[in-house]
């Protein structure tokens, strides 16, 4: 069975603190992802990686880095966290991309930050 | 860019009625997403449709491609309190390695 967990389902956190949100996934994936979302924004790519020690940039990636030392964990992480970083974040993997089409991804429960 | 829209943006419906929610996109779907978000969780994958008239079921839940794959609906028949949550649309984006995502339709099944 597909299986992606993210380390905290709450979290709350100060202004300018260092935040790390883990995820976890046991499929042998070589695709992670970090999204977060907002509402009336809908799901908003931060980084992406398609390997270990690899990473892209997705559509908002100011403010945030992502570390990936192993096949299996990717690591999302507030240098100095804000109030506007405020939000759901959902991690996600998938498989290799097929020639002419993607693999279906599947995600973690989410975590919800609060920065105070 | 290519992007998704959903609609309605929101629904509500009695219980046993059946619904339809739509996906269209700017440009032509390569590879098409459901997904089921409940309130405050992560998305749960229903299905995936890549080919032009594809229609796919699980449970009362039925997807379907247009011919001209550019627009996607999500039919429930006999809604059920259980069907409650967010479902969005998320499809390849035509330059590989990125989805994107529609922003999702809040659906409310009235017991």
Not at chain 2, 78 to 97: E, R, V, W
């Amino acid at each position: 069975d597909v299986k992606v967990t993210q380390s905290s389902r709450y979290l709350v956190k100060r202004t300018g603190e260092k935040v790390f949100l883990e995820c976890v996934q046991d499929m042998d994936h070589e695709n992670m992802f970090w999204y977060r979302q907002d509402p009336g924004l809908g799901l908003r790519l931060i980084y992406f990686s398609y390997d270990v020690k690899m990473k892209e940039k997705g559509d908002i990636p100011e403010g945030y880095s992502v570390s990936r030392e192993k096949k299996e964990r990717f690591s999302l992480i507030l240098e100095s966290a804000s109030t506007n970083q405020t939000s759901m974040y959902l991690c996600a993997s998938s498989g290799p991309w097929l020639a002419g089409g993607g693999e279906t991804q599947y995600f973690g429960p989410g975590t919800r930050l609060l920065v105070l | 860019s290519q992007e998704l829209e959903q609609s309605p943006q929101s629904l509500i419906v009695q219980e046993g009625k059946n619904l339809t929610i739509n996906c269209t996109s700017s440009k032509t779907l390569y590879g098409l997403y459901w997904y089921k978000q409940k309130y405050g969780e992560g998305l749960i994958f229903l299905m995936m449709l890549q080919k032009g008239g594809e229609e796919k079921s699980h449970e009362k839940i039925t997807a379907k491609l247009d011919e001209k794959k550019q627009q996607s609906s999500l039919h429930i028949t006999a809604s059920q309190p259980s069907h409650a949550g967010i479902y969005l649309c998320g499809a390849d984006n035509t330059g590989g390695f990125k989805t994107i995502f529609g922003a999702g339709t809040r659906l409310f099944v009235k017991a």
